[in-house]
């Protein structure tokens, strides 16, 4: 995990990379399953990992990606990630229209796979290239905009 920058020393990008180390353990819970043929445990885990992965993009398009995207710099960088969610999300969804088919366990394992890999190298872009450029670029103003809007996302019902 990457330290070098100082990234964890600001409070919302600590956040999101404390939400990417959640993420990376939760698919190695996944992955163990996978190769120890335990399909049920795969699926809870991929459950779980889900549960945090929703609201984590929610933050990042949300609070994050906008102020970014004024960078003229870090434009084209922050679409191409939304677009990395949006594939991901796409992936998800493919794999809930397998459930019921014929060879659905191995399509599944497989298409979770291929997501899983995706993930691990969207969050590196970020962990690596958008969260040091943004720590370089937004101000304090951007920050507390961007607690804010996580601190009244929190309180929100469901």
């Known amino acids: 995990?990457?330290?070098?920058?100082?990234?964890?020393?600001?409070t919302p990008v600590r956040r999101l990379m404390d939400e990417h180390d959640r993420l990376r353990e939760l698919s190695d819970v996944v992955r163990r399953a996978l190769a120890a043929d335990d399909?049920?445990?795969?699926?809870?885990?991929?459950?779980?990992?889900?549960?945090?992965?929703?609201?984590?993009?929610?933050k990042e398009e949300k609070a994050l990606f906008p102020r970014l995207a004024e960078v003229a710099e870090l434009a084209d960088h922050v679409a191409v990630l939304e677009g990395e969610h949006a594939d991901l999300f796409d992936?998800?969804?493919?794999?809930?229209?397998?459930?019921?088919?014929?060879g659905f366990a191995e399509?599944?394992?497989?298409?979770?796979?291929?997501?899983?890999?995706e993930l691990d190298e969207h969050m590196f872009k970020e962990?690596?290239?958008?969260?040091?450029?943004?720590?370089a670029t937004l101000d304090g103003a951007?920050?507390?905009?961007?607690?804010?809007?996580?601190?009244?996302?929190?309180?929100m019902p469901t």
């Open 107 to 117: 399509q599944w394992a497989d298409g979770v796979q291929r997501a899983l890999h």
């Open 127 to 135: 962990d690596f290239g958008l969260f040091p450029a943004a720590l």
């Open 142 to 155: 951007d920050w507390d905009a961007i607690d804010a809007w996580e601190g009244a996302a929190r309180v």
């Open 91 to 102: 992936a998800v969804d493919r794999l809930d229209d397998l459930a019921g088919g014929s």
């Open 39 to 58: 399909l049920p445990r795969a699926q809870t885990g991929f459950r779980m990992l889900l549960e945090v992965l929703g609201p984590h993009v929610a």
């Open 1 to 10: 995990m990457c330290d070098h920058c100082g990234c964890r020393d600001l």
